[in-house]
């Protein structure tokens, strides 16, 4: 949403720049020159919230990258490389990179206190290495040379505001792209970001690389602004005390960061003056970061939430008149849209799924019933990737899927929804449809959202209920236009009227948008709205298939399904 991210990026630059210019002209040199490491801080703590904050993976080596960058600013500037700082920075924010990379693969496999320890790990020794070599310049004394229209303590903490509004901005104008999303997507649940057609491993190196740029990028400030370093500027306590901080403050927020580099840098000044030993702080820290991960908000996030009931957010309407502006339906191929052959899962001794076969036209809504536990969730996860490993056929428009990801499978056009909403609560609606869909016009996206019954592209979606997160679930795979979509119990949550209304809007889809549905689902009046025909399962195998009316009035499914014994039967 351009507008959004304009007006946001605006609003971060504003801020910062006011309170910069305050500093600037009411503080005396001394207390300029104390407070310029809270912004080269501030930006190494921008990215770690990058990679902890947006993205939930955990990094302990940010002082790392930060160091590399730092080493090679000294290195250009011993060697007087044009461009000066700079440049010099910039580059080194670039070396940042494969390291970044290097470090995130392990991600691709690990989580949580895996993913710590890989990190600290290679923190630890790029400590020891860099406590073998000497910084450049160290030993000559020669000092990294500042940009000539930033010198001194005045013109250095301009460059240095300067930059941080800078990645400040380029953070905001991407955490509201479809990569952005993409990271928050990763976050909040890798299984549904991957049912959106979402790379999550491409998600987290992103997110690894970028965040190394940055902090490579605040090591090259921190070598203009000390001139020169030494190795217990990068050590590995150094980026605990970091990721602490980070978690304390909400480093992924533009004040949280900012907040976070008051902490670091301002709070051993405080501690010295009151003749406290340093190790007070650690303690502080490591509270302050224990109270936000159990209280689920962190400071950075309190002071928005303050601000946000002081200016509220502009919210869109509540749309829920007639679809206007939707494009016409997508032709996809006709014939069959989803074929599943003879597919068999089993969970060790147990089995899921008996041979089952199951077919879904182009332009139909085929409902899939059952009571609890008859294999209906297995079924999706084995047809949309989730379950690779059984045996059978899963065919899209006459085309085999083994051996395709769940990734690949929703990109090529079976997308699915889940029992439980796996939304990220920090995006917006249109954020989170953007996401979903791709590529799609403001009118398109206002339509879809206008005929599902949803509220307007800037609400939050963590001002939603649940229901209407189910609905946004809908409008999410409806929005993407793809061959065949997977509803799963998607009337979780809504009233009666509310089913009804959205067996409606099911039954449109295919008419509207031109996918074909799989219908899976519990309440029977909105599966006979709803759907052309039905499947049912019971102990993983098919026991009927057909017409609604026909298929419900079965004794074999009264009985499966409903409890109810045929007529004559012995007890």
């Known amino acids: 949403m351009p507008h959004a991210s304009t007006r946001a990026a605006l609003s971060t630059a504003i801020s910062i720049a006011v309170v910069a210019a305050l500093i600037y002209f009411l503080l005396p040199k001394y207390w300029v020159y104390i407070i310029t490491p809270v912004f080269i801080v501030g930006v190494t703590l921008q990215s770690l919230g990058l990679v902890t904050g947006r ?22 500037n011993v060697a007087q490389f044009p461009g000066g700082l700079i440049v010099w920075m910039i580059i080194g924010g670039l070396a940042a990179v494969p390291v970044g990379i290097a470090i995130g693969l392990p991600a691709l496999r690990l989580r949580g206190i895996n993913l710590a320890i890989v990190t600290l790990g290679f923190a630890a020794a790029f400590d020891s290495v860099l406590g073998t070599i000497t910084y450049p310049g160290q030993t000559a004394f020669i000092k990294v040379a500042q ?19 800078v990645i400040a901005v380029g953070l905001e104008y991407i955490s509201r792209s479809r990569l952005g999303a993409s990271w928050l997507a ?7 970001a991957a049912a959106l057609g979402v790379s999550v491993p491409k998600a987290k190196l992103s997110a690894f690389a970028l965040s190394a740029f940055i902090a490579g990028v605040s090591g090259g400030l921190l070598a203009g602004y000390l001139g020169t370093l030494v190795a217990d500027n990068f050590n590995m306590m150094q980026s605990l005390a970091l990721f602490a901080v980070a978690t304390m403050a909400g480093a992924h927020l533009t004040q949280g960061a900012i907040i976070g580099g008051v902490l670091i840098t301002l709070f051993p000044e405080l501690l010295r003056r009151l003749n406290l030993p340093q190790d007070v702080g650690s303690v502080f820290f490591a509270l302050g970061a224990v109270q936000a991960l159990s209280t689920g908000e962190t400071i950075g996030e309190t002071w928005a939430r303050l601000f946000r009931k002081v200016v509220p957010r502009r919210k869109g309407a509540d749309l829920t008149g007639a679809a206007t502006g939707l494009a016409p339906a997508t032709k996809h191929a006709r014939g069959v849209a989803l074929e599943v052959k003879d597919v068999t899962v089993r969970y060790g001794n147990v089995v899921a799924l008996d041979g089952v076969n199951l077919t879904v036209p182009a332009g139909k809504v085929v409902g899939l019933i059952g009571p609890n536990g008859a294999g209906k969730s297995t079924m999706v996860d084995a047809i949309t990737g989730f379950f690779p490993s059984y045996k059978g056929s899963v065919l899209l428009n006459g085309t085999a899927l083994e051996g395709k990801s769940a990734t690949a499978r929703a990109l090529l056009g079976i997308r699915r929804t889940w029992q439980t909403t796996r939304i990220a609560a920090e995006l917006t609606v249109g954020e989170y449809i953007r996401l979903a869909a791709g590529p799609i016009s403001h009118t398109e996206l206002t339509a879809v959202l206008d005929w599902i019954g949803c509220p307007g592209p800037d609400t939050p979606i963590a001002s939603v209920d649940a229901g209407t997160r189910r609905l946004l679930d809908v409008a999410g795979v409806v929005a993407a236009r793809p061959p065949v979509i997977l509803l799963d119990e998607p009337a ?15 039954a449109e889809i295919p008419e509207k948008f031109g996918s074909a549905v799989l219908l899976i689902e519990h309440d029977m009046d909105l599966v006979r709205r709803a759907c052309s025909s039905i499947t049912v399962f019971d102990f993983g195998r098919v026991i009927a298939s057909g017409p609604p009316q026909l298929v419900l009035a079965l004794p074999v499914v009264q009985k499966a399904y409903m409890g109810i014994e045929p007529e ?3 007890a």
């Open 55 to 76: 993205t939930g993976m955990i990094s302990l080596a940010q002082m790392s990258f930060a160091g590399v960058g730092a080493w090679v600013t000294g290195y250009l």
């Open 147 to 165: 940009p000539a229209w930033f010198k001194g303590d005045y013109g250095y903490f301009t460059l240095v505001v300067l930059v941080y509004i």
């Open 186 to 192: 990763v976050r909040h649940s890798e299984r549904a």
């Open 492 to 506: 979780a949550g809504q009233s009666y009227a509310e089913a009804i209304r959205l067996g409606a809007r099911i």
């Open 568 to 570: 004559g039967a012995v």
